[in-house]
């Protein structure tokens, strides 16, 4: 979900775990040039999301911590991409705490359908997150220093 922390906590946790970073949505701005919110109105939600599929399915997923856009979980390509070379790590913190969080959505770049609420969104993407995780955090009240610690510990045995 869009402020939960993925970029901060995933910087945080590269370092911890000596590898390197990658953050979707960067990768994808500057290899298109375009910020992500010039390139969901150049495209529509459909066009951008299949750029953004496109973008992960190639990518090397191998002594990395890659944080992906939210919207990347509605494709099953992209899930197994993820899924077969690395753990899938669903940050979670509750809706309230994200509405907290956030600012303009739209400026931030999220794939909202027309009309579409941050509780819909919500709604939408934590069962498909849920499915798809190999590990879930609860990062309710926690520094980005306790997520990265609690991220490493649900990481043992891995």
Known sequence: MPGV???????LLAKRLGRYFLDTDVLIQVACEKSLRELITAHGMAGFCQIEQDYVTCID?????????GSVVYYDSSMHALKNDGVIV???????????????LNARGVVLEPGQTLAALYAKRTPLYQQWADVTVNLSGL????????????????
Do not use: C, M, N, W
């Open 5 to 11: 922390g993925k970029s901060t906590v995933g910087v």
């Open 61 to 69: 997923i191998k002594k990395a911590v890659i944080a992906t856009g």
């Open 90 to 104: 669903y940050l979670d913190l509750p809706l309230d705490e994200l509405e907290t969080r956030l600012g303009d």
């Open 143 to 158: 520094t980005h220093e306790q997520a990265v610690e609690a991220v490493v510990v649900s990481l043992e045995g891995f």
